[in-house]
């Protein structure tokens, strides 16, 4: 691989896909000539040339008809921010429900989605059901009345502690048609992880099930709910999906009951309580008919929480409008959604990009590929089989995932056949040019365009975000969402001018999906994201714009290595260490030095079959020393076998750096594999 490869274009959309974008049509019907002056009549924070609103106003006013977003009464005006755009309300005086948008008018009797395919859900064990949006919205309407008979009412909350089993997006959206705030929480989360989220929120009802199936065994869900349940103690109904079979183990659906069924749901690990029920029970007995409910523009519809990265996990708060639009913006111009695609993303419902893709896919009428499992069980070609089995057209997944997919190479690719792809994504993380070009390369046949988006649970989207329609450079971002007025600035809050310089991504106003505040309060939202410049978003990631005007992001500042009064990120340490053949993940840290105050310690994870010697160990500092200068040279190269990482693929690197020096880790709620740092701390490095 060529090392100006960062420097160039590498992927070169045709005319032909260009003029097909839905990207094209929109500058098209607006007579927009160009990239520049699209981000200019979407993202201009100041009032446009003959047009009596901003560019911001402008777009996000004019989005709802584009798109085909329904409101049950008209919004008096785009926003209110006369609190500033710290408490900016968007759309006020409108009402609207994300179910109906999302389910109920596909479904109508003269709707062309009514037997559309709203998802399909292939298991673990390769069971496949699809749902089509007639069936999708009978089930919504089934959770709906569940929700009501058990007396849930509008602004309460719900939670969803559910693997990606056809019936969570249901719950969702029934949560939203009753106006409740949907709470989903990681299916890997353990019992404190879970007991904390209920126990901020405060839910009276759960979602569950038995269990769920990983890497070929049964994973008891219900119990760590339970075990969760009695710490929290808000919990009073609990709704189990039968995934595992525990009910038919218990001969209810043969007449059983009572003791008969207790004695099957404890064989599969799934004890019982007065407060549980069965979904055939709960909801599968309810009527089909509901309507959603009208709600205000700002009423709440989601509670989620954050990866947790530097601390304490924080409760987002998002609205019905701010998610619908935002969703369904980026679904349509940066997936390119048509009708009959077939989108899929490597998640968790209890990530941001769960909610995110049904949201803004469901609100276009488009199919949803769910999948329960591993991306390498049984073997490492299962998700290019999911590809070619289910003619996926979009298909997202993390840089850490095809890190540890390239591991096997080309070899898993071949025999299948991915042509149906057309748009690839990505999220979590800084990518590394290796894998990105892997990527690009072999799974995308080097045709499909990579959509390398970068956000938050915070905004439940993305500041940053190509348009398929642009020339891409390998680990670029492209540059901002349509409607996102973000900047690059300096530590005095002044934009960077120079093209290279590194800054702060920050947003100069507000959009409808930005958190309204934090579930605890407004004091840590403001304290948070409000008060580093005055009316200024500090999002906390290191970017940099480079002179042909791709943006590229390097880890998050608040991780940003300071060797001897010179700073450097910690994705720019790693990917010079990915960068040598032998190294597939890395990590760096800081820590205290006599000398420098502080020195950088990279962790590695290996590529198969290879050790690392104490001359490759010296040739890896070398390289980095060669490639970032000097001060920044390893003064310890670590080989362990995985990294502590959040449910989004996010490197939890207080924890290593924790580990290192010898002190707590503190609050490790959001981290999907804590044992990791267990071996670590008893000197476990993964060294053969």
């Known amino acids: 691989m060529d090392r100006d490869s960062?420097?160039?274009?590498?992927?070169?959309?045709?005319?032909?896909?260009?003029?097909?974008?839905?990207?094209?049509?929109?500058?098209?019907?607006?007579?927009?000539?160009?990239?520049?002056?699209?981000?200019?009549?979407?993202?201009?924070?100041?009032?446009?040339?003959?047009?009596?609103?901003?560019?911001?106003?402008?777009?996000?006013?004019?989005?709802?008809?584009?798109?085909?977003?329904?409101?049950?009464?008209?919004?008096?005006?785009?926003?209110?921010?006369?609190?500033?755009?710290?408490?900016?309300?968007?759309?006020?005086?409108?009402?609207?429900?994300?179910?109906?948008?999302?389910?109920?008018?596909?479904?109508?009797?003269?709707?062309p989605e009514r037997n559309r395919l709203a998802?399909?859900?292939?298991?673990?064990?390769?069971?496949?059901?699809?749902?089509?949006?007639?069936?999708?919205?009978?089930?919504?309407?089934?959770?709906?009345n569940a929700l009501e008979e058990r007396g849930v009412e509008t602004g309460e909350t719900v939670a969803l502690y559910m693997p990606m089993v056809p019936e969570?997006?249901?719950?969702?959206?029934?949560?939203?048609?009753?106006?409740?705030?949907?709470?989903?929480?990681f299916s890997g989360f353990g019992v404190d992880a879970v007991a904390t989220r209920l126990d901020d929120a405060?839910?009276?009802?759960?979602?569950?099930?038995?269990?769920?199936?990983?890497?070929?065994?049964?994973?008891?869900?219900?119990?760590?709910?339970?075990?969760?349940?009695?710490?929290?103690?808000?919990?009073?109904?609990?709704?189990?999906?039968?995934?595992?079979?525990?009910?038919?183990?218990?001969?209810?659906?043969?007449?059983?009951?009572?003791?008969?069924?207790?004695?099957?749901?404890?064989?599969?690990?799934?004890?019982?309580?007065?407060?549980?029920?069965?979904?055939?029970?709960?909801?599968?007995?309810?009527?089909?008919?509901y309507e959603p409910k009208a709600l205000p523009s700002s009423a709440e519809s989601l509670l989620l929480y954050s990866s947790g990265t530097t601390g304490t996990p924080k409760g987002i708060v998002h609205t019905h409008a701010g998610i619908q639009v935002q969703c369904a913006k980026e679904l349509h111009f940066g997936f390119d959604l048509r009708a009959g695609d077939r989108f899929f993303w490597l998640s968790d419902i209890g990530w941001m990009m769960g909610p995110w893709a049904l949201i803004g896919v469901h609100t276009l009428g488009g199919t949803v590929v769910l999948y329960e499992g591993a991306p390498d069980y049984p073997g490492p070609d299962r998700l290019w089989s999911l590809i070619e089995r289910h003619a996926i057209t979009q298909f997202g997944i993390s840089p850490t995932a095809i890190r540890a997919l390239r591991k096997h190479g080309e070899g898993p690719l071949e025999g299948h056949d991915c042509s149906s792809l057309r748009i690839l994504g990505s999220t979590g993380e800084p990518w590394d040019r290796e894998s990105w070009l892997w990527f690009y390369e072999e799974v995308g046949d080097g045709e499909c365009p990579i959509i390398n988006i970068s956000g938050g649970t915070e905004i439940c989207g993305c500041f940053l975000m190509p348009m398929p329609t642009q020339p891409l450079k390998p680990c670029t971002l492209g540059g901002p969402g349509l409607g996102m007025a973000v900047d690059i600035v300096d530590a005095e809050g002044n934009s960077v001018a120079d093209a290279g310089e590194r800054g702060f991504l920050v947003a100069r106003d507000s959009c409808p999906s930005m958190t309204k505040s934090l579930w605890?309060?407004?004091?840590?939202?403001?304290?948070?994201?409000?008060?580093?410049?005055?009316?200024?978003?500090?999002?906390?990631?290191?970017?940099?714009?480079?002179?042909?005007?791709?943006w590229f992001l390097h880890g998050r500042a608040d991780d940003a290595l300071n060797v001897a009064g010179r700073k450097v990120g910690p994705a720019e340490v790693e990917e010079a260490l990915i960068d040598h053949p032998a190294v597939n993940q890395a990590a760096a840290v800081g820590v205290p030095d006599e000398t420098t105050g502080t020195a950088v310690v990279a962790y590695v994870v290996l590529e198969s079959d290879t050790d690392l010697s104490p001359d490759r160990r010296e040739t890896l500092r070398d390289h980095v020393g060669a490639e970032l200068g000097k001060p920044f040279r390893p003064r310890e190269v670590l080989v362990v076998d995985a990294f502590p990482k959040t449910q989004s693929g996010k490197i939890v690197r207080r924890a290593l750096e924790a580990v290192y020096v010898g002190e707590d880790p503190g609050d490790l709620s959001s981290v999907a594999n804590p044992e990791v740092l267990e071996s670590l701390a008893e000197g476990h490095t993964g060294e053969t």
């Open 119 to 144: 998802c399909i859900w292939e298991g673990e064990d390769g069971t496949v059901r699809e749902v089509s949006y007639h069936d999708l919205a009978r089930e919504t309407n089934q959770v709906a």
């Open 168 to 185: 969570v997006v249901p719950v969702l959206y029934g949560c939203f048609a009753v106006g409740a705030i949907a709470v989903p929480i």
């Open 520 to 550: 605890s309060g407004d004091e840590r939202y403001l304290a948070e994201y409000w008060s580093t410049w005055a009316d200024i978003w500090d999002h906390g990631d290191w970017a940099q714009r480079d002179a042909d005007g791709f």
């Open 6 to 111: 960062h420097d160039r274009v590498v992927h070169e959309p045709s005319q032909a896909f260009v003029e097909s974008t839905n990207v094209r049509a929109f500058v098209d019907a607006y007579d927009i000539d160009g990239y520049d002056e699209l981000l200019e009549r979407t993202c201009s924070p100041t009032p446009l040339e003959g047009v009596e609103a901003s560019g911001l106003e402008w777009f996000w006013d004019e989005l709802v008809d584009y798109l085909g977003i329904e409101f049950f009464e008209a919004y008096d005006a785009v926003r209110d921010d006369t609190d500033g755009p710290q408490f900016t309300e968007w759309y006020p005086g409108g009402k609207l429900n994300l179910a109906h948008n999302t389910v109920a008018r596909h479904a109508a009797s003269d709707a």
């Open 202 to 289: 405060d839910a009276r009802v759960l979602f569950t099930a038995d269990g769920f199936q990983r890497r070929g065994s049964p994973v008891a869900l219900k119990r760590v709910a339970d075990d969760a349940i009695e710490e929290a103690g808000s919990v009073e109904h609990t709704v189990v999906v039968d995934r595992l079979g525990s009910r038919d183990e218990a001969g209810a659906r043969d007449g059983a009951e009572g003791a008969e069924r207790d004695a099957g749901a404890k064989a599969l690990e799934c004890p019982w309580t007065d407060r549980d029920e069965w979904w055939a029970d709960a909801v599968a007995s309810q009527p089909t008919d």
